[in-house]
């Protein structure tokens, strides 16, 4: 008989290598999304209204003393947005927006910008889905964000996104063909947001400031794990409690199942079910319930991997 040993040798308690090698083809569509900023002047409504010839997408708000931008410049007068993957094109129409306003473009002072990692392929956002939820945990459990949720279709249940907000940044991986009914070239997106980033440049925050909480997020990964254990501990007793007409989970293994996407590793696996008495040997259990049921598990080396393929890909954007 294989023992748990030979088990994980196999290699089956960490991404598959192919799937994690492929993470760099698929997410090839990559960019700066959206900016807003002001610019120190009040600018005339009809200069404003000016800028719709060059782009779709901006928003305008006129003060006493300055005026409030958010602008997408990707956006065009066509039916579907084509992302502008070269930064130094972007700039160019940027300036070109800016002067179109009568303003100088170095007088624009930008205080968000959102760059974004994409897929034309559907069936990435299911495929990365647990990948994304893992990297945005760690990065939620190191920065004690507080606002976190995911979302799913009031439907068909399918999950639209998986978000973390706090005041000087976001982050969120969505369903971009859902959303856009399949009209935005996107099919899956996973996008950065820095805010509140006035009098730094977005070079700065999408390759030091990112690139440093990213490589900072991932080494809490066995923090994330004892953090879902605990949670998932707690559910799962809470539920014990109730008479049985009352149950939510009819068996550890419904349960189990139904919250996979929040187990990443074997070893959490091994001591989550070691939490409960009812389970007598947790290591064959663990064993049993991979073979049975289609359970990811990620290692260290993943996350490594795939935080380099990001800050690759957004060295090239920033490079071009």
């Known amino acids: 008989m294989e023992s748990f040993r030979d088990f994980l040798e196999k290699g089956n308690f960490k991404m598959k290598k192919s799937k994690r090698n492929n993470y760099d083809k698929v997410m090839n569509l990559n960019g700066i999304d959206t900016l807003s900023g002001y610019l120190p002047q009040k600018l ?6 000016k800028v719709k010839t060059n782009v779709k997408q901006c928003n305008y708000r006129p003060t006493e003393d300055r ?4 602008i ?4 065009n007068h066509e ?3 084509k992302l502008i993957t070269s930064y130094s094109e972007f700039v160019r129409k940027m300036d070109h927006i800016i002067n179109s306003l009568g303003a100088d473009p170095n007088d624009l002072d930008i205080i968000r910008a959102d760059f974004c990692f994409n897929s034309r392929d559907e069936s990435t956002f299911e495929d990365y889905q647990k990948l994304h939820r893992l990297i945005i945990s760690c990065l939620a459990d190191t920065y004690k964000f507080k606002n976190c949720y995911v979302s799913c279709d009031l439907w068909d249940y399918d999950r639209l996104s998986i978000a973390i907000k706090k005041d000087d940044c976001e982050i969120e991986n969505y369903n971009k063909y859902k959303q856009s009914n ?8 996973l996008e950065l947001r820095s805010k509140r980033m006035s009098g730094t440049s977005i070079k700065y925050q999408f390759m030091v400031k990112w690139f440093d909480r990213l490589d900072k997020a991932i080494e809490h990964f066995d ?7 605990m949670h998932l501990e707690r559910l799962y007793k809470e539920d014990l409690q109730r008479d049985s007409k009352d149950r939510k989970y009819v068996s550890l293994t419904a349960f189990l199942v139904q919250y996979k996407e929040s187990i990443y590793t074997s070893k959490q696996m091994i001591d989550l079910l070691s939490r409960f008495d009812e389970v007598a040997n ?3 259990r663990a064993k049993k319930f991979k073979e049975k049921h289609n359970i990811e598990y990620f290692s260290k080396r993943d996350l490594d991997h795939i935080v380099s393929v990001l800050k690759r890909k957004t060295l090239q954007y920033f490079n071009s």
């Open 79 to 81: 039916k579907e947005e």
């Open 182 to 189: 399949g009209q935005d070239e996107s099919a899956n997106r």
């Open 282 to 284: 947790p290591q064959n």
């Open 44 to 49: 005339d409504n009809g200069n404003l209204k």
């Open 223 to 229: 923090d994330v794990q004892q953090k879902a254990n």
């Open 72 to 75: 997408n410049p990707n956006k």
């Open 67 to 70: 005026t409030y931008l958010l």
